[in-house]
């Protein structure tokens, strides 16, 4: 059965450094491949997609992912993490097929917080 | 292009009392699914309605129901409502009839059982 791990649960960073989530699956074909963003309170907000292709998606507010077909990892990455950066991240694996959200599979989920 | 729609965004509600929250999808989109979000359990999906029908459940009591109306829009009910039944309520929305899995989410409905 396809799932995804999110191993940090928090991460805290400095502002203005790099940043690097990791994302490990589990799934039998090229899966459909997510990062998602939560603020306090609100719901999740979709960073970046990759469905094929380049496997350096560039997304928004600056963030970035690479597809590891060998590491099964789909880790996103910041070079440089502002204040509202923080917030709660969800890595998700979709199954192919009709689009559904109760096609996707979400981690558990990694709190960043940022440190002034 | 509007987003998700949830209305309304917080509810406070009492035990025993049943609830309904509604949400809107992105036009043109003919899924909605529903999830429950809380600190311990984490994001779980409800159930998903495609084209008025329930294409897909989760695991939880049949307390928790929905319909969807011919517009695509949703509502979830949940009757009479337990304490921990205090969570984030989210809706996503997808086209539902492609080959290609994306969901978009509202922001949520906030429900607190006291």
């Known amino acids: 059965a396809q799932s995804v791990t999110q191993p940090d649960i928090h991460i805290t960073v400095s502002e203005g450094a790099s940043l690097e989530l990791r994302c490990n699956y589990s799934?039998?074909?090229?899966?459909?491949l997510f990062w998602y963003v939560q603020s306090p309170g609100q719901g999740l907000q979709l960073l970046l997609k990759?469905?094929?292709?380049?496997?350096l998606v560039q997304g928004i507010k600056g963030f970035e992912a690479e597809f590891k077909r060998s590491q099964s990892s789909f880790n996103l990455r910041k070079p440089s993490v502002h204040w509202s950066d923080a917030a709660e991240y969800f890595c998700?694996?979709?199954?192919?097929?009709?689009?559904?959200?109760?096609?996707?599979?979400f981690g558990s989920g990694t709190r960043l917080s940022i440190r002034p | 292009k509007a987003g998700v729609t949830q209305t309304p965004r917080y509810l406070i509600k009492t035990r025993g009392q049943q609830v309904t929250l509604s949400c809107s999808p992105i036009?043109?989109?003919?899924?909605v699914s529903w999830y429950q979000q809380t600190p311990g359990q984490g994001l779980q999906f409800l159930f998903e309605?495609?084209?008025?029908?329930?294409?897909n459940k989760g695991n939880f009591p049949g307390r928790f129901s929905g319909r969807q109306f011919s517009n695509s829009r949703s509502e979830m009910n949940v009757s009479t409502l337990e304490l921990g039944d205090s969570a984030l309520y989210l809706c996503?929305?997808?086209?539902?009839?492609?080959?290609?899995?994306?969901?978009?989410f509202g922001q949520g409905t906030r429900l607190t059982v006291v």
């Open positions: 996503a929305s997808s086209p539902g009839d492609r080959d290609v899995t994306e969901a978009f």
């Open positions: 799934y039998g074909a090229t899966p459909y």
């Open positions: 990759y469905f094929s292709g380049d496997t």
């Open positions: 998700a694996v979709g199954e192919k097929g009709y689009s559904s959200a109760s096609k996707i599979i």
């Open positions: 036009s043109g989109h003919r899924s």
């Open positions: 309605y495609f084209s008025e029908t329930q294409r």
